[in-house]
């Protein structure tokens, strides 16, 4: 039970999935045009959707 | 049909709003030899941004290719509902997108709602004949050309291996909208 | 834990307006990093694109931004730098915008060396205006004006710049997201004219029209393709046969223009 | 058997009639709004063997196609703003050598980059006097997608006339809308071919004024072989300083346009309901389009309203402007600049009429209401 | 204690006076007849610390102006002809972007590479609407040694104070003519300085007109930080098509020049001999020396001749002309090219006297006689 | 015995404008031996040039001669060739028009690797203009605009070509005018963009102000500074310090530009 | 003098006839304190070619500053004889390098000839000073300014190295061309 | 004595003194503004002058 905190900004993503293939847990999924934070849990922070998002639509917190 | 009829598709660059709107005129020039003119104005964004698509047709030679009073008009998305959606007139049509529209634009005009990128994506399995499915409502709920005309239209206009998927969006979009007069 | 990108953008000014999956905007995640790790100060900080949907970049970032006309980067840039030798100034643009139009005034800030950091977004494809090929387009892909296929051969933008006398020459990819932020480091560190080649991907006018299916298929052959300058050392012609080096392919000391210039004064002031 | 009829849009229908006109070469550089019609060379072109080509800029672009000319082609270029200023250098070289070619200009907001995707109609009077030194200007006007195919045909067959560059200009409106276009049949249209020398190659000159203000132009690569600079130059094609050599030259690059006769054969314009017109619209592009809506309008509600309509923009229709504005109470000019082209309808009336103009600069078309409404300002 | 004198060249005298104007860089290209310019302040700007860059082509040089100008500098450039034509898409760029600089036009025959030795004053229309879209435009034209001095001094203050791009125009003939110069002292000449701003940095708005038609501006790498784009921008400098800002920013930049009040005080005319004038000879540069000659000699001959010598030639001195056209039986234009500001002249006369021109393109100066000629023949 | 160069000159237009000295009229002669050498057809063969005392020469050259604008020499010189691919087409011009105002259309013609021979007469000055620096005035010497000596870097034309894409890319000098015609013939030959620069004098613009005595001293430095390849294979970096290589220094074979888009025009008809 | 004087150096490019004009004009600005004004015209050639300089100097303000009637005119080369030494007043002064021009001509003038180049080389060693001896004798013939003046304005231009040089290229100048007369 | 004839078209030479300098037996030397064959029969018709000329201003023609 990882203690990351996924924060995704809706009007700022735009549904372009790279997050979600290059995230190694499928923690995130496609929920129409925007992305969706599925399994939280499994999170490991190796913070690839935060790096790799184009448009700073993703944030992982760690507390 | 009125002298002049006025139609404006709205949404975001990239949905094919634009192609709607010149398969539409394409149906009235060439099927049905009326006079159509089809205008467009967009952002500078390659993809997204608002972005709109109008034809004027009418029974005599078109001057002014830009609406002045909207008969119909479609919003697929809440950006170009709030910039487009307007120019409607006193009984005129509105259609939107059921899931992107969440803010109706207010006005003297009808207002119907169906789920139209969710159609095509979920129902269709591609998201870019939502722009056919929209085309298909639109001209059931104005009639301003035959069905069979904007079928025909819209077949001419695609690759053989689409016949079908377009054929079918078409009259899922015609059915649709015709369910709601 | 989360890196802060705010404090170098400008409030308000997202959602940015490139398109789903745009490079762009990995690259300029990189550029801010980059900047934040050098501990540039804004005010002291200019940043000058052209014009093209990369060109749009200076306009998100919180410092002295100047997005001129089409392929004029470079050349306005050294008018500020000129002016405020003590300005850290970049460049920024896509291969359209400095290689085709701006070929010139690429080359010639190249020969002065003069002392700034040119991040070229290579997408291959001239983006904004709905894709027609650029000097990078590869031969034989498509364009909206290579209907047959691109008969153009292309500029290699390292060799070119090399050629023209850049004294620090690099590329990456946007998949190589880190390695974009340590290569513009060493580009601002390094006194002279600095070349950033990011190779870059442009679902949109590029990808669609060239069968990608996805983004990801983007970025995986970003990924595929980069080759270490390193490793390639060690590789075979064939081995290296469609693949492009990464990482510092040039660099070399020699005097910066505003320093010389600097000469030119104390000389007229002495005379 | 019906003719061929397609909705397109005016950008096709100028690369459509270019390739009618028998255009063999482009030589471009994309941009907004007038990219479609390089798009449509780049396919078209090589199906019949001719030549497409995307330069590094604007500047090569223009530079091709006067090679190319110079080779024998007729050459095309299309751009917009930032391209059109960019080639203003060689637009004069074209006058000056005498090259004929032919230069589209989809026009947008302005000034820089201004609203690349907004229509203007703001480098009309740029058309004239953009490049250095003086020089004769043609350049043509269509508002529909049909004139923007018969236009483009006369452009070359004017070019080819003429030798020298024409200039055909349309606002992004007209560029990017779709109308139903009717496709001429081959040879329903008059296709002018420059006149090539029949004199002995020995006996040459490229500028040789025997023939008349035109010479006869040879091509690179044929049996003749000449000189073509952009330097004054004598008969034969060499530079000189001679004064009354150079003035002569420049004289005579005038009169190929703006002699009577030539100016009568280049002019163009429509005129609607302007025999019994107290008040006169003048308008051209897509702005008159709404003028001409304005005026069935007007007449429904009464006022004796004409259209003038120019589709020869340069040289300007003098002597025409300058009778109806005899006749008329008042001139409206709309614009979709801040005040151009109504700069020369006030030169040419002298104020033997009252003048208005209506002038957009915001990225949005003059609607028909606007015109309306200052035709009853000034009346 | 006498004034410093010397007989210098024009091109020395234009460079000279941007020194003076407190000039502290120049971008340029080399170019006939505007070289010396360049090579001037090549020799003087790194004497005060000041820069000059020599580079890759003339649109390279108006790039450099602008950003060095954007960065605080007074910036100049200088060229003739071709390399004018080549500046025109960025002079649009300096007029949206409001940057003050000063571009000298060493105007020689054209068009193209036409006469690079010789002199000619065919730029003059160029200088209004050579850039694509609507802007507008100061141009002045000064007439000997002295005032190419003191007129590249106001250059830079008309620049500084409405924040645009200004012109100077001189012909080739006072561009290498030498005659004395009598230097005026530091601070005997006004010398003004771009407004900054004073609100405090996060209230920066670099368009903005609060503080009315010509905002302020900050320099890059001062405590302001701020946005600067060719496209349509709104106030706070961020690119925008909101039509009622577009069409906001689009007038107030002409008001910036164009207004009663502003063009007052941009107008600059020598008036000789009109108060009892019968005919006029409108003339500028050069041309108006042989003028002022002519001038004379008939006024022995008992002809009631007057000169008026526009300095500041665009905004067009309108309404003075105007007047004078009521005033006198017939105006004359002697101008080296075709006949360019004379349709000016045309249009705000309104044929209320006679118009008659004195035109050359030989490389040769209008000489007196000429212009006596054509004033009997008008009169 | 005596070289016939009238076949290849206009009648009438000698002497030609250049000044006593000046290397262009060597060079002009060389081309016209190789032009001879390679049996060209004069109506076959187009001369395009841009602007300066260089580009004066195709004038007197019984060609079909094109002296354009400053620069745009290979611009123009790609629309001749593309619409008549069949004709032989040289450029000619000096280092300012090519490698200054014309430098975007230089590297971009060698990126096409359009066939044609491009003749670069390199005298380290602007001529015409009166002698201000050009990109390859030696950093340090006197022109009019450098009145402390020039500040700037130079380009080395042909690394930059080859930088850009040439195939072919050749450097002589004036005094080594037998070599002149024999490189541009082999430049000529070869299928594809060659260029071939010639390193020049300009007594009246560049010797005279930086204190070379006479002509032929211009000439002697030109001789001391030329090394063979093949001689500088064996040189130490010491040796060569100061030095210039002469001789082919790159040869590629690779498609050609009109033929690559005669497989454009085939697919086209084909489809 | 007259009201209004004007003297045209002409000859080759190259040959300092510019600057001629230009002392001569300071002569008579600077150190008469006259109006002077000097123009030129060259052609494209940087060396060679037919140039001309003109200088005009008058007691009252100059507008026209080119020649009108020439008083007097100097030709260096046959080229610059045949093209500029035209426009001469009757009883003007022409004076011709005697070596360098073999037409003479013609005109209601007097022409004088001296072999200015030849001096210059053979007498004074350097060909450059050519433009200085054919300065001192113009002013000789003409008077138009002082001997003084002349050789002040001569002095006050070169460097420190060439000024005996100068000197003596200018008496040299000055006295073969009285001795003419 | 060599059998060569130099030629020298006067009008077109512009005296650079260039095939003065690079001839090996002085045959040929400056006469003030164009080159003058002093010595034609030392010419040894190694055709320096005239490959060196600029000015297509010298010829040498062997018989
Ligand atoms: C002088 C001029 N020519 C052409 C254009 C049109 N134009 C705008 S952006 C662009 C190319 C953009 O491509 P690139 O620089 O590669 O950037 P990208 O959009 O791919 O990020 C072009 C041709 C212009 N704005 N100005
Ligand atoms: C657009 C433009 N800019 C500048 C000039 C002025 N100009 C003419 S020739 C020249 C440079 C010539 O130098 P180079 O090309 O090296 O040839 P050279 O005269 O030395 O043989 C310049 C700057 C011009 N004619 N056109
Ligand atoms: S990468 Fe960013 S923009 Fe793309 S889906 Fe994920 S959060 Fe949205
Ligand atoms: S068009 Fe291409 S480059 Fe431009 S924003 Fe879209 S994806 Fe990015
Ligand atoms: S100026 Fe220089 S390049 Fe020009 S002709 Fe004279 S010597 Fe040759
Ligand atoms: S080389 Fe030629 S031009 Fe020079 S002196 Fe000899 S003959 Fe005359």
């Known amino acids: 039970m990882s203690s990351a905190k996924i924060e995704v900004i809706e009007k700022y993503c735009k549904g372009c999935s790279i997050c979600v293939d290059f995230c190694p847990k499928q923690v995130l999924e496609m929920d129409a045009f925007v992305v969706k934070v599925v399994k939280p849990e499994d999170c490991i922070v190796c913070m690839q959707c935060e790096l790799r998002c184009p448009d700073f639509a993703i944030k992982v917190h760690k507390d | 049909m009125a002298e002049r009829y006025e139609i404006r598709f709205s949404g975001a660059g990239g949905q094919g709003l634009i192609t709607a709107g010149i398969i539409l005129a394409e149906a009235a020039a060439i099927l049905e030899k009326k006079h159509a003119a089809q205008s467009q104005s967009y952002g500078p964004e390659a993809r997204g941004g608002a972005s709109k698509s109008e034809v004027i047709i009418s029974d005599s030679p078109i001057d002014y290719p830009k609406a002045t009073i909207v008969d119909a008009c479609l919003a697929m998305t809440q950006e170009s509902a709030d910039k487009y959606a307007n120019g409607i007139k006193e009984g005129g049509v509105l259609l939107l997108d059921s899931d992107m529209v969440t803010r109706d634009p207010k006005g003297n005009f009808k207002t119907y709602k169906l789920p139209i990128m969710r159609t095509a994506r979920v129902d269709l399995g591609r998201e870019i004949v939502a722009n056919v499915v929209a085309l298909g409502a639109m001209i059931a709920l104005t009639n301003v050309v035959s069905r069979e005309s904007g079928e025909k239209a819209v077949l001419a206009k695609v690759p053989e291996a689409f016949v079908a998927l377009n054929k079918k969006a078409y009259s899922l979009g015609f059915e649709m909208a015709k369910a709601l007069i | ?271 | 058997m019906a003719k061929k009829v397609a909705v397109i849009q005016g950008n096709t229908a100028c690369a459509l009639g270019a390739m009618y006109a028998g255009c063999s070469f482009f030589g471009g550089y994309p941009i907004t709004p007038s990219t479609e019609v390089a798009e449509v060379m780049s396919e078209e072109l090589p199906k019949v063997g001719g030549k497409f080509i995307q330069m590094e800029d604007e500047i090569a672009a223009m530079a091709s196609v006067i090679g190319a000319s110079l080779a024998g082609a007729k050459a095309l270029t299309a751009t917009s703003g930032p391209g059109v200023s960019l080639k203003q250098e060689l637009i004069g070289y074209a006058c000056i050598a005498e090259t004929p070619c032919v230069i589209i200009n989809v026009m947008r907001g302005g000034p820089s980059t201004g609203m690349p995707t907004g229509p203007g109609q703001s480098d009309v009077q740029q058309a004239k006097w953009g490049t250095h030194g003086d020089h004769a200007t043609i350049a043509l006007v269509p508002s529909s997608i049909q004139e923007i195919f018969t236009e483009t045909v006369r452009a070359f067959n004017l070019a080819e006339k003429y030798r020298m560059p024409v200039q055909v200009l349309y606002d992004e409106i007209v560029g990017h809308m779709r109308e139903p276009i009717e496709f001429p049949e081959p040879g329903e249209l008059e296709i002018i071919n420059r006149t090539t020398p029949t004199v002995a190659p020995a006996d040459y000159k490229p500028y040789d004024t025997s023939f008349g203000d035109v010479p006869p132009l040879a091509a690179f690569g044929s049996e003749y072989r000449f000189h073509v600079t952009g330097l004054n130059k004598a008969q034969d094609g060499f530079p000189t300083t001679k004064a009354e050599l150079v003035d002569a030259e420049e004289r005579r690059q005038i009169r190929k346009v703006e002699s009577a006769e030539n100016a009568a054969a280049i002019e163009k314009n429509e005129e609607y309901l302007c025999n019994d017109a107290e008040v006169l619209v003048f308008a051209y592009g897509s702005t008159a389009r709404s003028a001409r809506y304005a005026v069935n309008e007007m007449r429904k509600e009464g006022i004796k309203a004409g259209l003038f309509r120019p589709i020869t923009l340069w040289p300007f229709p003098e002597k025409r402007v300058q009778a109806l504005g005899k006749q008329v109470k008042a001139i409206v000019v709309p614009e979709m600049n801040l005040g151009q082209m109504i700069l020369e309808v006030e030169r040419v009336t002298k104020g033997s009429c009252a003048l208005g103009g209506v002038f957009r600069v915001d990225g949005e078309p003059i609607n028909p209401g606007q015109i309306m409404k200052k035709v009853k300002e000034v009346m």
């Open chain 3, 1 to 271: 834990m989360s890196y802060d990108y705010d404090k170098w953008l400008r409030p308000g000014k997202l959602p940015h307006i490139w398109c789903p999956g745009c490079g762009h905007g990995i690259v300029m995640k990189g550029l801010i990093r980059a900047m934040d790790t050098c501990g540039l100060e804004k005010n002291n900080t200019a940043i000058v694109s052209g014009i093209g949907c990369a060109s749009r970049l200076p306009g998100y970032i919180d410092a002295c931004t100047l997005h001129t006309a089409h392929g004029r980067a470079a050349a306005f840039a050294t008018g500020v730098k000129m002016a405020k030798p003590e300005m850290t100034v970049i460049c920024c643009g896509g291969d359209g915008d400095g290689t085709a139009i701006g070929g010139n005034h690429f080359i010639h800030a190249c020969r002065r060396n003069i002392d700034m950091t040119y991040v070229i977004m290579n997408n291959y494809i001239y983006g904004m205006t709905g894709g027609q090929f650029s000097p990078c387009t590869p031969t034989g892909m498509k364009a909206s004006t290579t209907p047959y296929g691109n008969p153009d051969p292309i500029f290699d933008i390292s060799k070119l710049a090399i050629g023209a006398g850049a004294t620090f020459v690099a590329r990456t990819t946007a998949f190589h997201a880190t390695q974009i932020d340590k290569l513009i480091v060493e580009g601002i560190k390094h006194k002279g004219m600095a070349v950033i080649e990011v190779l870059d991907d442009c679902p949109t006018s590029y990808g669609r029209r060239n069968k990608y299916r996805s983004v990801v298929d983007m970025m995986k052959r970003l990924k595929d393709i980069a080759v270490p300058v390193a490793a390639a050392a060690k590789m075979t012609a064939e081995q290296l046969e469609g693949k492009t080096l990464t990482g510092v392919l040039y660099k070399e000391d020699k005097p910066e223009y505003c320093e010389q210039y600097a000469k030119v004064i104390a000389k007229a002031k002495g005379a």
